[in-house]
Nanobody, 125 residues
Framework: QVQLVESGGGLVQPGGSLRLSCAAS????????MGWYRQAPGKERELVAR???????NYADSVKGRFTISRDNAKNMVYLQMNSLRPEDTAVYYC???????????????????WGQGTLVTVSS
């Protein structure tokens, strides 16, 4: 079964930094794209940053210049370096991947969209 596991969330003061990590595991042939989404209380889930297999990235306007997404293709991992954090960055952050792998009910490779369980980031003094 393909799964994503995030780590690195926590409590940080405004202006501080955190680094989130996400590891993909299971039977995976290739990962086309990985990204980070977030959901604040009472709000819809939104894209934070995304990186595709060729290395191109895109960011939400609200995090440009403060957050950096990167990948380690050899380890099937994606990272989100978050600097100059603001209270409005408080949310549950979810890792997302679009990949070619074998799901929990399949025996052949297929394209799957997979989500992690989420990690809470709280920015507060």
């Amino acid at each position: 079964q393909v799964q994503l596991v995030e780590s690195g969330g926590g409590l940080v003061q405004p202006g501080g930094s955190l680094r989130l990590s996400c590891a993909a595991s299971g039977i995976i042939r290739s990962i086309e794209a990985m990204g980070w989404y977030r959901q604040a209380p009472g709000k819809e889930r939104e894209l934070v940053a995304r990186i595709i297999s060729g290395g191109s990235t895109n960011y939400a306007d609200s995090v440009k210049g403060r957050f950096t997404i990167s990948r380690d293709n050899a380890k099937n991992m994606v990272y989100l370096q978050m600097n100059s954090l603001r209270p409005e960055d408080t949310a549950v952050y979810y890792c997302n991947a679009y990949l070619l792998g074998i799901g929990s009910v399949g025996t052949q490779y297929s394209y799957l969209e997979v989500w992690g369980q989420g990690t809470l980031v709280t920015v507060s003094s």
